[in-house]
């Protein structure tokens, strides 16, 4: 009757197909104005398991509000609970349907989840034509996963009853038995149970037949009916800080056909269009460079004929400086964009743009607009992020001194967790579990973990000596004191801080080479309880050295019997090698007058690894890191060349770059550029063949996105490629400026600053008027940031979405700073103050 009536009411409304609101577009996904139903567009990977990008989701006036909608065997999985494979996706277009078919191996349990079109929504039915294996009674569900952060403030209704939705977790949980608990990845654990054999179990907020979610707002109302079993709301957070409110219902034992069946509404707003986004640098410009802002428009909004540029004057008042007729750029993914080209205002001064009713921050135009935009990430970012240090500003620590307790030998022939793994031997002189000596030493937490990742490791200490040589940068704003392990952010010691930094690397890498023997994967935490660690960096062990003779969580005061040192994992990577090579070679080079000792330690290592790699079979190209061994052996080469002048190094160097460029120009353009000061003039005349065929690749850019940068399509973000694009044309630049032009080095900033898709924030934190406040840090628990990281950016959701949120810190593919990308923003803001402003 009901659904009668809601056929009759759609029905009447004019342009809707079938009476259904929602309908399958080309990108096969559900459409509506302010509303679009996604279902598996996105996949569960097995890298990083459950990312929060997967399964059935919504993106519901322009935002992505659900996700995880799937079968799924916990109340409220976590990142590394298991995720079910796909097997099948059909999309039945006179249905107005899709349907898929999901599997657990690791159970054999095969459910059909469908989404089909109805009235003012869609229906969601899961089947299954075999019951539910028993073990899984009780724990397998149909859930959906709603963003807390769209429902912060916000409340509901369950059957009629009201609540408000938690800021903070505060629910109930309870205590079972291991026995009963579905196995995580690999049979790791993220809850540390202290030895009890026990796990946690949320328990629901509410339950019923009917939830509201928002009634009080209509851009976030979304409105679930079950047809058989209870609605059962649970907030993801009791477990894992970065969970989500989920919805779901039990599949009841024993039956098969339809299991669950939901009606779901999510409410839209009549004639909606979401707001235009100008992206233009918050960073400002100089006077000399092209200044073009690019505005985002729903494909329903019509362009606006006109822009303007109004300054700001000191006594409050404000001056329309520059009005211009837009260009229409064309569609790019979900939205229809326009260029604002203002490079005409070149005064100095403070500014805004207007688009329509709306204005933007205010930025700067001058010369100096980029001279210190670099500093915070050198000064606060990167000891932040110091391991073996205690890291002090003003009156507060940012970190105890953490890891003292390195490292203990992996044992051989494990599956880790973070990307990491022991072969079947461990390949040093160590037991497994045995203490190797030495490590506890200098090195950086890669990202908003806190493992050393060795490759990472290699790249940051090499940009920062790109940038010492090239850039002589000699700022001291940071006290470092190796000797007693100190750190203090605002505290010149007269020594200079890239030095410090590079000092730093460089003692974590020659540690790997003395005690190993070569370089190691990374150092990581053996337990999975450990690796989720949000906070004080130094509380994440007992610092104590572990002993097997005494009982968990048992000490005699210098050693202990919890096993929570760091493991040392030591597969042989042959590229890896080699990217220490060429760290400590170049690295040996900047220390020479900073750390003599140091200094020679590095190039000895260096050699060292080059002639054992020179020496070992060259993997397979499909082995880990294979396919860039070539670039990192040519690019040991080419640095042990400058710094020895041997011969042997620059035929090698030689002998490789002219079929990596052959086979992966774009990969290895940038190590190609790097080398021309060092090799003989017909280098250079060899090279330019490749730097014009380069050069097509920078023009099909223009056309692809109106920001003419590589914007990367992967499940991490593609930041760190703008950079790398842009670091490559800088090179390029140099020794062939008729063929790349200086705009191809100041559109990556231009877009990390924010003139980039979803939103105009800049993207490293704490710089340009509006900028990232919530990253994926350390302190991402408390919705923050950590002064100079720079994010990921836009991630692309398929099939034409991309995303970088801001209330939300916790989708490392957006939001996670990491070491490389932060040394090579420091590089390139450098390069892009040297070529504005003179070298
Ligand atoms: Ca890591
Ligand atoms: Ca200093
Ligand atoms: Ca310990």
Request: cysteine-free.
């Given at each position: 009757m009901r659904l009668n009536n809601v056929l009759l009411l759609s029905l009447l409304c004019?342009?809707?197909?079938?009476?259904?609101?929602l309908r399958l577009n080309d990108l096969e996904y559900f459409e509506a104005r302010g509303l679009n139903v996604l279902v598996f567009s996105n996949q569960y990977n097995g890298f990083f398991f459950d990312e929060k990008t997967a399964g059935i989701e919504l993106i519901h006036h322009g935002v992505r509000t659900a996700t995880g909608g799937a079968v799924r065997l916990s109340p409220t999985p976590e990142q590394w609970d298991q995720i079910p494979a796909m097997t099948s996706r059909v999309v039945d277009r006179k249905k107005n349907s899709i349907e898929v078919s999901l599997r657990y191996n690791d159970e054999d349990f095969d459910s059909r989840v469908s989404v089909a079109a109805e009235g003012d929504g869609f229906r969601i039915r899961v089947s299954l034509d075999r019951p539910l294996p028993v073990k899984l009674a009780g724990h397998a569900g149909f859930n959906i996963e709603f963003l807390p952060s769209a429902y912060f403030e916000k409340t509901y209704f369950m059957d009629g009853r009201g609540g408000v939705f938690p800021i903070h977790p505060s629910g109930n949980a309870e205590v079972r038995p291991d026995r009963e608990k579905i196995p995580q990845f690999n049979g790791y654990s993220t809850f540390d149970d202290r030895g009890r054999g026990e796990f946690l179990v949320p328990q629901p907020l509410a339950a019923g037949k009917s939830l509201v979610l928002a009634p009080e707002d209509s851009e976030r109302y979304v409105k679930i009916q079950s047809a058989a079993g209870d609605l059962l709301l649970y907030d993801g957070r009791m477990l894992a800080q970065n969970g989500w409110f989920v919805v779901r219902s039990l599949i009841p034992a024993g039956k098969t056909g339809t299991v669950v069946d939901w009606y779901v509404v999510p409410k839209t707003i009549n004639e909606w269009t979401r707001k235009p986004v100008i992206g233009f640098s918050q960073a400002g410009y100089h006077p000399a460079q092209e200044k073009t802002a690019v505005i985002e428009l729903d494909r329903n909004d019509s362009l606006l004929e006109t822009a303007s540029v109004i300054r700001v004057m000191p006594d409050g008042s404000a001056v329309e400086k520059f009005r211009t007729t837009l260009r229409d750029w064309g569609r790019y993914l979900r939205y229809r964009y326009a260029t604002f080209d203002f490079s005409s205002v070149k005064d100095d001064g403070l500014y805004y743009i207007r688009y329509g009713d709306q204005q933007t921050e205010t930025f700067p135009i001058g010369a100096d607009v980029y001279r210190d935009v670099w500093h915070t990430t050198l000064d606060i970012w990167f000891p932040v992020q110091m391991d073996h240090m205690l890291v002090r500003e003003a009156y507060r620590i940012w970190h105890g001194l953490p890891f003292r307790d390195d490292a203990l030998q992996a044992p051989p022939n494990i599956r880790h967790f973070d990307g990491y793994w022991m072969d079947s031997t461990t390949n040093t002189k160590y037991r497994p579990l045995e203490h190797i000596p030495g490590l506890d030493v200098g090195g950086w937490f890669d990202a908003g973990d806190f493992d050393i990742e060795t490759a990472h490791h290699c790249t940051a200490v090499m940009s920062f000596v790109d940038t010492w040589e090239q850039f002589?940068?000699?700022?001291?704003q940071t006290f470092i004191d190796q000797q007693t392990r100190y750190v203090d952010i605002h505290h010149p010691d007269g020594e200079l801080d890239l030095l410090q930094q590079i000092e730093h690397g460089t003692l974590q890498l020659v540690a790997q080479q003395k005690s190993v023997g070569f370089a190691v994967r990374g150092i990581n935490f053996p337990h999975l309880y450990q690796y989720h660690h949000l906070g004080d960096g130094s509380t994440l062990t007992d610092n104590l050295l572990y002993n097997p003779r005494l009982k968990p969580y048992e000490s005699d005061g210098l050693t202990s019997g919890t096993l929570d040192d760091r493991w040392v994992f030591t597969p042989r990577i042959p590229s890896l090698n080699y990217s220490s090579a060429a760290a400590l070679a170049a690295a040996s080079r900047a220390l020479k007058s900073f750390n003599r000792a140091l200094s020679v330690e590095a190039l000895m290592y260096a050699l060292q690894a080059w002639d054992s790699e020179q020496n070992n079979t060259r993997p397979p190209a499909g082995a880990f890191g294979g396919r860039f061994t070539g670039n990192a052996e040519c690019n040991a080469a080419l640095q042990l060349f400058i710094t020895t002048g041997e011969k042997r190094f620059s035929q090698e160097f030689d002998a490789l770059i002219w079929h990596l460029l052959d086979t992966a120009l774009a990969w290895n353009i940038a190590l190609a550029a790097k080398a021309v000061p060092h090799m003989p003039a017909e280098y250079r005349s060899r090279l330019e063949k490749y730097v014009r065929v380069y050069r097509t690749s920078i023009e099909k850019l223009a056309h692809e996105n109106p920001y003419g940068v590589p914007i990367g399509t992967r499940g991490w973000a593609g930041n760190y490629e703008v950079v790398s694009w842009s670091i490559a044309n800088y090179l390029l630049n140099r020794w062939y400026p008729d063929i790349i032009g200086k705009e191809d080095v100041y559109r990556g900033l231009n877009y990390l600053f924010g003139c980039h898709p979803y939103s105009n924030l800049s993207f490293v934190a704490g710089v340009g008027t509006h900028s990232k406040k919530r990253t994926y840090g350390s302190n991402r628990a408390d919705f923050s940031f950590i002064a100079g990281g720079v994010v990921p950016g836009v991630l692309f959701l398929k099939p034409d979405y991309l995303e970088n949120k801001e209330d939300w810190p916790f989708l490392w593919g957006e939001n996670e700073c990491v070491i490389d990308i932060c040394a090579d923003y420091i590089f390139l803001a450098n390069a892009q103050n040297a070529l504005l402003n003179g070298r």
């Open positions: 004019a342009g809707t197909a079938f009476g259904q609101k002589g940068v000699d700022r001291d």
